[in-house]
């Protein structure tokens, strides 16, 4: 038999079976005093093995089971922190808009005042240009 106590020792080995043969044709196992037919210590020596492997699977599936649980547990504070950096650029946008606004009315009264300011300072702007060519004339001289 293959299968293991937690001990280490093979499950037949730490119960202590023996064989015994008798004239009939089964073959007795006794643990200890009480006499079991071979077929009755296999199926308890499946019985381990399957417990054996019911237990590995238990561990392995718990072993998933806290793996996901962590994963959870950090993604759900990636979302809580996502969710702060996001009220934190809502509030930072309401307030940009709010100086938007409040400059496009400072700029939309300068302007409303310009014309006044200029006409106020006396100041005169005069332009010495030449006179302008008449591209007109120049091409009819061109094409003549």
């Given at each position: 038999m293959t299968a293991k106590n937690p001990e280490g020792t093979f499950w037949k080995d730490s119960m202590n079976f023996t064989t015994h043969s008798t004239t009939s044709s089964t073959n007795y196992w006794s643990l200890g005093s009480i006499q079991l037919p071979s077929y009755v210590a296999q199926l308890i020596d499946n019985a381990h093995i399957a417990a054996d492997d019911f237990r590995v699977k238990y561990e392995t599936e718990l072993a998933m089971c806290q793996s996901v649980e962590s994963d959870i547990h950090g993604l759900c504070k990636t979302i809580d922190?996502?969710?702060?950096?996001?009220?934190?650029?809502?509030?930072?946008?309401?307030?940009?808009?709010?100086?938007?606004?409040?400059?496009?009315?400072?700029?939309?009264?300068?302007?409303?005042?310009?014309?006044?300011?200029?006409?106020s300072s006396g100041l005169t702007v005069e332009v010495d240009a030449l006179k302008s060519q008449d591209l007109a004339e120049i091409m009819a001289d061109i094409q003549a």
């Open positions: 922190d996502t969710n702060v950096a996001q009220l934190q650029l809502e509030a930072e946008i309401e307030a940009l808009k709010e100086e938007l606004l409040f400059m496009k009315k400072i700029h939309k009264e300068e302007v409303k005042d310009l014309p006044a300011q200029i006409a």
